[in-house]
T-cell receptor
């Protein structure tokens, strides 16, 4: 299993600013992911955070808007840049050992409100 | 296009009854199907996993079925309790491609005392 500490748990930000969300895992993990969850919607994968290299972004998400770092196997950050009210959502960090029969573990999420 | 469908309407049941939640999918060939529970303000928590060659899986009061012909999974909670109230998400993992799970939007379950 993995225990994930994600912070901040919530924030209210002014439009045009940036927020960096941190994800710390209590053990080394192969895969780390960042998801967005809008109210009543499913989890949407933003990107896979790759250790030591650039993140792999899903369609509709770009590095300039959501820069991601992953300096080691236990830590990652997601920055939401130049925020607008449309970025208001819950952002979730997830880890996985990358095998078909493994489960995903999630942080508690960051509830972001952009005003 | 690929789609995972879970009932968007909340399921309201009385305490003690069996809750049944549905997950339907199209244009997937999942190797594994998972169910997660999500409480408000929290991340999803894994509950059960079922493989494509398994018909049924149980864990305490939970039961999952997986019908690859109907392209459907049913998630049952027997003797439901108010503490079971949460949103339940299904997720698929397919073989031969990305192993990253794809999630449904979830169904909210409300168990009334």
């Amino acid at each position: 299993s993995a225990v994930i500490s994600q912070k901040p748990s919530r924030d209210i930000c002014q439009r045009g600013t940036s927020l960096t969300i941190q994800c710390q895992v209590d053990s080394q993990v192969t895969m780390m992911f960042w998801y967005r969850q809008q109210p009543g919607q499913s989890l949407t994968l933003i990107a896979t955070a790759n250790q030591g290299s650039e993140a792999t972004y899903e369609s509709g998400f770009v590095i300039d808007k959501f820069p991601i770092s992953r300096p080691n196997l236990t830590f990652s950050t997601l920055t939401v840049s130049n925020m607008s009210p449309e970025d208001s959502s819950i952002y979730l960090c997830s880890v996985d050992q990358g095998a078909m029969n493994t489960e995903a573990f999630f942080g508690q999420g960051t509830r972001l409100t952009v005003v | 296009s690929q789609k995972i469908e879970q009932n968007s309407e909340a399921l309201n049941i009385q305490e003690g009854k069996t809750a049944t939640l549905t997950c339907n999918y199209t244009n997937y060939s999942p190797a594994y199907l998972q169910w997660y529970r999500q409480d408000p303000g929290r991340g999803p928590v894994f509950l059960l996993l079922i493989r494509e060659n398994e018909k049924e899986k149980r864990k305490e009061r939970l039961k999952v079925t997986f019908d690859t012909t109907l392209k459907q999974s049913l998630f049952h909670i027997t003797a439901s309790q108010p503490a079971d109230s949460a949103t339940y998400l299904c997720a698929l993992r397919t073989s031969g491609g990305s192993y990253i799970p794809t999630f449904g939007r979830g169904t909210s379950l409300i168990v009334h005392p």
